[in-house]
């Protein structure tokens, strides 16, 4: 992990967090700042510890978070 890498997360997160569900390439399209290589490596390393699900959409990659399910009452 280099030392931008947190930074690119965060970001990632915080427009999941304003935006909703997007797809791999909005968030490329919302993130100027970002080359598509910072974003995919971002996207991955937050995959594979959960903090987003990334589901494939018949040609597209959607990144969403995770659903919580609430416990049953």
Known sequence: ??????????????????????????VIDQLPELSWSEVLQAVDALSRRGTIVLRRRRFEYELAYPKVSSPAA
Do not use: C
């Open 1 to 26: 992990m280099n030392d931008t890498q947190p930074y690119h997360e965060d970001v990632i997160l915080r427009l999941l967090q304003s935006s909703g569900a997007l797809t791999l390439d909005q």
